[in-house]
């Protein structure tokens, strides 16, 4: 009878064995481990920088000039032209008689500028740039990259003209009132006139914009330039002023022994000629926004002097 009290003794013993036991993990671990290191602080968050300025400026570039051309800050004087020269939106380039200037935006966008010519910069941006041709004749060339799309537009200053593509190349006159030719060498160019009304000009084509008109319907670039004068019919000229009369097409550039003609809507000019005694050799050069130039050369004579009268009795 002695064993199942035995038992029951045994049993409490047990119990709070196993309490004991199962109690040392946990009173090491609050009484006895090591505190750990604490975690170094958190980095402070990055700033976040505006997406305008973690661009870089967009500037185009005055790359390679020749002769006289100039350059205009806003509103400020006219200085010489440097190489490298930046160039932002207000900024002014002309170049004189005889002169050119290339201008470079990255490796997207090139503008020539031929002499007499002179553009103002509008806008730029990675996604597009814009110039103003206040008169004169440049030829861009768009170039597109690999998940790059940048567009390229050149508008004419007192017109509704404005040509713009994302690679090709074109160029564009214009008279300084308003009358444009465009003409495509490479890829297509979009050309826009009065109320939004625009062509597609292609390659080896020209479409013509006139103040207050719509494109002209693109046509084939003529091999050669029109231009047509009225020379006086006497080779020689008593008065030292003369007026000499031409016409060529709409938009086409007409120079004078190279100074810039001033030409109209129709393609119609005119040469106030300040005639020296003797020979005036007078050159007149046609050129178009694709074609090749044409020339008229003539010799103008001036001859004031009063013919010699002669006796006949004298003779004898």
């Known amino acids: 009878m002695a064993a199942p009290s035995s038992r029951k003794r045994q049993v409490p013993f047990l119990v709070g064995l196993v309490l004991i036991l199962a109690a040392l993990p946990v009173g090491w671990f609050v009484f006895l481990r090591?505190?750990?290191?604490?975690?170094?602080?958190?980095?402070?968050?990055?700033?976040?920088?505006?997406?305008?300025?973690?661009?870089?400026?967009?500037?185009?570039?005055l790359s390679q000039f020749d002769g006289n051309v100039e350059v205009r800050?806003?509103?400020?004087a006219w200085e010489p032209a440097r190489k490298d020269m930046p160039l932002r939106p207000t900024d002014v380039v002309r170049t004189g008689r005889g002169s050119w200037a290339v201008v470079l935006n990255g490796e997207s966008v090139e503008l020539r500028m031929e002499s007499d010519t002179e553009i103002s910069v509008e806008q730029l941006s990675n996604e597009l740039s814009k110039v103003l041709l206040s008169s004169g004749l440049a030829t861009a060339t768009?170039?597109?990259?690999?998940?790059?799309?940048?567009t390229f537009i050149l508008k004419a200053k007192n017109g509704d003209a404005e040509?713009?593509?994302?690679?090709?190349?074109?160029?564009?006159?214009n008279n300084g009132k308003g009358t444009v030719s465009v003409g495509t060498r490479e890829g297509?160019?979009?050309?826009?006139?009065?109320?939004?009304?625009?062509?597609?000009?292609?390659?080896?084509q020209r479409s013509i914009v006139r103040p207050g008109q719509a494109p002209t319907e693109p046509a084939p670039i003529p091999s050669t330039v029109f231009v047509k004068m009225d020379w006086p019919k006497a080779k020689?000229?008593?008065?030292?002023?003369?007026?000499?009369?031409?016409?060529t097409e709409p938009g086409t550039r007409v120079m004078?022994?190279?100074?810039?003609?001033?030409?109209?809507?129709?393609?119609?000019?005119?040469?106030?000629l300040d005639l020296k005694e003797g020979g005036n050799?007078?050159?007149?050069?046609?050129?178009?926004?694709?074609?090749?130039?044409?020339?008229?050369?003539?010799?103008?004579?001036?001859?004031?002097?009063?013919?010699?009268?002669?006796?006949?009795?004298?003779?004898?």
């Not at 020689?236 to 031409?246: D, I, M, N, P, S």
């Not at 007078?282 to 006796?311: C, F, M, N, S």
């Open 34 to 61: 090591e505190t750990p290191a604490p975690l170094p602080p958190a980095a402070p968050p990055r700033a976040v920088v505006a997406a305008a300025e973690a661009k870089k400026v967009v500037e185009l570039v």
């Open 73 to 76: 800050h806003g509103e400020g």
């Open 142 to 150: 768009v170039r597109g990259r690999p998940n790059v799309r940048h």
């Open 163 to 173: 040509a713009s593509t994302s690679q090709g190349t074109f160029t564009m006159s």
């Open 188 to 204: 297509d160019v979009k050309l826009t006139g009065k109320e939004g009304k625009f062509v597609i000009v292609r390659a080896g």
């Open 236 to 247: 020689k000229q008593r008065e030292a002023k003369l007026v000499v009369t031409g016409h």
């Open 256 to 272: 004078m022994n190279g100074a810039v003609v001033a030409t109209d809507a129709d393609g119609g000019f005119t040469l106030d």
């Open 281 to 316: 050799p007078v050159r007149v050069t046609a050129v178009g926004v694709g074609g090749t130039p044409q020339e008229e050369k003539r010799e103008l004579i001036l001859d004031t002097k009063p013919p010699i009268e002669v006796d006949a009795g004298t003779l004898w």
